[in-house]
């Protein structure tokens, strides 16, 4: 069982940056691949960043590439995934979250655990 919480989202001007957490605890995290994946309002959830649990390789979208960083951190005391988001734009505007899975991929269905996302709004 993996258990995952989402931090760092807020208000920021177009062309700031921010840095979402995402602390995982459980047993296994480190068999789990990791995501990140975004819902803007009135759209479905899509594919934003992925990283091996290795730490490498990583995946981006082509809306983000470029622009948004995703690392894994781990430790005797905390396993962390953390997306580096620069040059943010209006339309990065979305709930962000960070899914757990058996391997990287772009599809949600791999991932089995999910945290409970973080709103991310880029003002214009």
């Known amino acids: 069982q993996v258990q995952l919480v989402e931090s760092g989202g807020g208000l920021v001007q177009a062309g700031g940056s921010l840095t979402l957490s995402c602390r995982a605890s459980g047993r296994t995290f480190s068999s789990h691949a990791m995501g990140w994946f975004r819902q803007a309002p009135g759209k479905g959830r899509e594919f934003a960043a992925a990283?091996?649990?290795?730490?490498?390789?990583?995946?981006?979208a082509d809306s983000v590439k470029g622009r948004f960083t995703i690392t894994i951190y781990r430790d005797s005391a905390k396993n962390t995934v953390y997306q580096q988001m620069n040059s943010l734009k209006h339309e990065d505007t979305a709930v962000y979250y960070c899914?757990?899975?058996?391997?990287?991929?772009?599809?949600?269905?791999?991932?089995?655990?999910w945290g409970q996302g973080t709103q991310v709004t880029v003002s214009s």
């Open positions: 990283i091996s649990r290795t730490g490498a390789p990583t995946d981006y």
């Open positions: 899914a757990a899975g058996n391997y990287m991929s772009r599809t949600q269905l791999v991932y089995n655990y």
